[in-house]
């Protein structure tokens, strides 16, 4: 070992580490895709829309569908680490912090990634769905919102993980910072689906939001996790 | 110090009494919606109040996380606290005037909304500060006001295209079109007194907040020296 391995090294064996963690438990993985498939069911129960109608109400009811889901992957994130310490672990070990929080970001990306992929189809057969605008676009939307949600999510989550009550907290200091990315993720899909107007604005809010809350993430994790 | 304190309380109430003597006697009843209009002179002074303290927490967190003085952290939580106080009456006063003048309590306009949005970021700046335990407590109730503070604008933008998309006809008719300067001089007014009165709640919060952590090292100061004096 000659020199230190760089930032993008750590993060892709942290990454490594926790895919293969969730290959072999899949801990995350079913518990989420369980609960989003109890929430799609239960809000089918709620309305019972003509295709036009769920054209309107889709994009809300998948990403809140998602939101929920999201945040029971999250809650898991950080709570295995705390398992033999291995947070103090990675406290005292020269990895940039940086790397730790990116791995974790990335991971929990590709969780929700797989998630969507698999609620998507559901969601067009339960609610006999047809996109008027181009579909492509929803997979930009798709792309920039998962982010969204995952890059305030996995900071928060290490945040509340220091708190009483911890699963209860993360919910509580999430949803009112993400309201403009849900607001955005929710109107770019509604519009993408029904073709009435443009999703563009909403599409470079996301991609702001995106790139605001990664910068302010990746400087602010130092602090957060050697919080004593 | 206390001395201070107590002249600078009376002179709020003196001013708080002025203020209220400009907006309900001398203030020129507005013409269409009558004394209604009157809640107005509460209502955005508080408005800037709490934007303001907001300001001041993100300012006391980024300070916080540079120099960790206690300082800095104890004006963090007070802002927040008394803003989200003034923040709640300007969600409180706004429907009080809104339902005799539109007829509705509520609409989900785009001030109204950016200014619910804010509350709840900051109450839930409130609830980690409360369920958050030891030592670590500033460091990541700075580290929320933080991400808060830059989602402000984000709201702003976003909530604003949101209802230009949506237009409300209710607004039509609202305040802010060329105000009587009586009007002015009575908004002015009770803008410094409640300015003063949010002061003196920081000041008083800020050095509770002192009191109660130089306490609670106090208290963990003498176990310590109580365990170390009864072991042999």
Request: glycine share 6%; aromatic share 14%; proline share 5%.
């Given at each position: ?6 930032l ?18 899949k801990?995350?993985i ?25 054209r ?10 998602i ?33 730790l ?52 999510g ?75 | ?15 708080l ?80 005037w ?19 949005v ?56 609202g ?5 009587d ?8 007014w ?6 003063m ?36």
């Amino acid at each position: 070992m000659t020199s230190a391995p760089s930032l993008w090294a750590i993060t892709r064996r942290t990454l490594a580490k926790d895919l293969r963690l969730e290959w072999r438990s899949k801990d995350a993985i079913n518990s989420m895709l369980f609960f989003a498939l109890l929430v799609v069911v239960i809000f089918s129960f709620g309305f019972d829309p003509t295709a036009e109608e769920s054209r309107k109400i889709a994009g809300g009811l998948l990403w809140v569908a998602i939101l929920f889901a999201t945040v029971v992957a999250l809650n898991q994130t950080w709570t295995r680490e705390l398992r033999n310490q291995v947070l103090d672990a990675y406290r005292l070990s020269p990895a940039p912090p940086q790397a730790l929080f990116l791995a974790k970001t990335l991971g929990n990306f590709i969780f929700v990634a797989i998630l969507e992929v698999l609620m998507v189809p559901l969601f067009v057969v339960f609610y006999n769905l047809r996109s008027v605008g181009p579909v492509w676009q929803l997979g930009v939307v798709a792309l920039l919102a998962t982010w969204a949600l995952v890059v305030n999510g996995t900071f928060f989550a290490a945040l509340s993980i220091r708190t009483r009550s911890r699963e209860i907290m993360l919910p509580l200091i999430l949803f009112p910072i993400s309201i403009p990315a849900l607001l955005a993720m929710v109107d770019a899909t509604t519009s993408i689906l029904t073709g009435d107007s443009s999703p563009i604005f909403w599409i470079r809010l996301l991609a702001v939001y995106d790139f605001v809350f990664t910068i302010v993430g990746l400087l602010l994790f130092e602090p957060v996790l050697n919080a004593e | 110090m206390k001395t201070l304190f107590n002249v600078l309380a009376v002179l709020t109430l003196l001013l708080l009494g002025y203020a209220f003597c400009q907006a309900m006697f001398i203030a020129p009843t507005e013409a269409t919606m009558g004394d209604v209009q009157r809640i107005f002179y509460y209502h955005l002074p508080s408005a800037w109040v709490a934007f303001l303290l907001f300001f001041v927490n993100f300012l006391a967190s980024v300070c916080y996380l540079i120099r960790r003085n206690p300082g800095a952290d104890a004006l963090a939580l007070a802002s927040a606290e008394v803003g989200v106080s003034f923040c709640t009456i300007v969600l409180l006063t706004g429907p009080i005037w809104a339902r005799p003048i539109w007829g509705i309590w509520w609409t989900w306009d785009a001030r109204l909304t950016s200014t619910l949005v804010l509350w709840l970021i900051y109450v839930s700046y409130l609830v980690l500060r409360h369920y958050a335990t030891g030592g670590q407590v500033p460091v990541l109730a700075a580290a929320l006001g933080i991400f808060g503070f830059v989602d402000v604008p984000i709201v702003y933008m976003a909530i604003r295209w949101f209802r230009t998309q949506h237009p409300q006809p209710v607004i039509a008719g609202g305040q802010g079109s060329g105000l009587d300067p009586r009007m002015w001089i009575a908004v002015l007014w009770n803008l410094a007194a409640f300015a003063m009165l949010a002061f003196l709640f920081v000041w008083v919060r800020y050095r509770q907040a002192l009191a109660s952590r130089a306490l609670e090292e106090a208290h963990a100061q003498a176990s310590l020296d109580f365990e170390t004096g009864s072991t042999p």
